[in-house]
């Protein structure tokens, strides 16, 4: 505080110390909303006997700025979950519905959110045994019950935790789409789920939500109103293949590679490839055959793998 300021607060009336303090306090909540409610703290001058523990101490820093850089980079893009993704390639842009004659896309839907759910370390398969029991054959067990904050991915965690004993993922992905053929278990159906997952997408200003007139009744459509988010997917899922492929699935982004199988598994992977040249897309295709050919069981059994994500992919690649 300077003299200036020490007079006005002693000479003025009370009111005055009011107003300034309370501009301070407001001025420190602005600073510390926008640096997340983080203050960095002042570094002190290190004499050159700690050089070591200060050369440390900078590497830290650095990393911690790269880091902050990344999250902000990342904070610019609108996240969206697998399931979302799956959703917004089957999307037609204008028309805001998936394609009457995809049969495929609802239980690919149900795949996706078993497989969001090993992605967050919710749910893993339980040990193959001495014999390495198939993936197919082995139960869904809940390693991490706390809530993920989606509406879906909670309720499919608790079905998956309530029931006893636990099953494999083939029958989860059955249950969760209600083609099941036993009553007991006919609860466990996740109701409107695209219409879900494209709410969520309205919400996060990817899609808006209209109206559409079909003769005899109304449906309810979703548009495309963020073109740089479908876009940026697309180009994500064609570099994928092509410029950024790597022959080795398990150098493949986890999120991506679950991306291209259970795009594929829900009939939507031709509209991410439709805009490709003749040639790139016959060597996109060539690539995704290469991955649906592969043997699932062996590439599970590899170090540093989701053995609950293999396991979805092969329910579906069969």
């Not at 303090?21 to 926008?34: L, Y």
């Not at 990342?74 to 917004?88: F, G, P």
């Not at 999307?91 to 795949?111: A, H, M, P, Q, V």
């Not at 495309?224 to 997917?233: A, G, M, Q, S």
């Amino acid at each position: 505080m300077n003299g200036s300021q020490g007079n006005f607060l002693q000479k003025g009336p009370p009111w005055n110390r009011f107003l300034y303090f309370f501009k301070i306090i407001c001025t420190s909540a602005i600073a510390m909303s926008e640096t997340g409610g983080l203050v960095k703290r002042r570094r002190a001058p290190v004499e050159n006997t700690g050089a070591v523990a200060a050369g440390t101490d900078d590497e830290k820093d650095s990393k911690d700025q790269r880091d902050s850089e990344t999250d902000d980079v990342d904070s610019k893009e609108t996240r969206l979950t697998l399931m979302e993704e799956v959703l917004l390639l089957g999307l037609k842009d204008k028309e805001g519905y998936t394609s009457f004659w995809n049969d495929c896309i609802s239980s690919g839907l149900r795949g996706c959110i078993l497989i969001e759910l090993a992605l967050r370390g919710k749910i893993e398969l339980e040990k193959a045994g001495m014999r390495r029991r198939s993936l197919t054959s082995r139960k869904v067990l809940v390693k991490n019950d706390s809530p993920c904050g989606d509406v879906l991915l909670d309720e499919a965690l608790k079905h998956i935790k309530e029931t006893e004993p636990p099953e494999t993922v083939q029958s989860w992905i059955e249950y969760l789409s209600g083609e099941t053929w036993n009553p007991l278990k006919l609860s466990y159906q996740l109701k409107n789920v695209r219409e879900r997952l494209a709410k969520n997408l309205v919400e996060k200003g990817v899609l808006t939500t209209e109206k559409q007139n079909f003769l005899l009744f109304d449906m309810t459509t979703h548009p495309l109103v963020d073109n740089v988010t479908k876009t940026r997917l697309v180009k994500k899922m064609q570099e994928s293949v092509l410029s950024k492929w790597v022959n080795d699935p398990h150098r493949i982004d986890k999120r991506t590679l679950a991306l291209i199988y259970m795009a594929h598994s829900s009939d939507v992977l031709e509209n991410a490839f439709a805009p490709l040249n003749d040639d790139d897309y016959e060597l996109a295709m060539k690539r995704v055959r290469e991955l649906m050919d592969l043997d699932l069981d062996a590439e599970s059994a590899k170090s540093g793998v989701n053995e609950t994500m293999w396991a979805v992919i092969a329910a579906f690649v069969k």
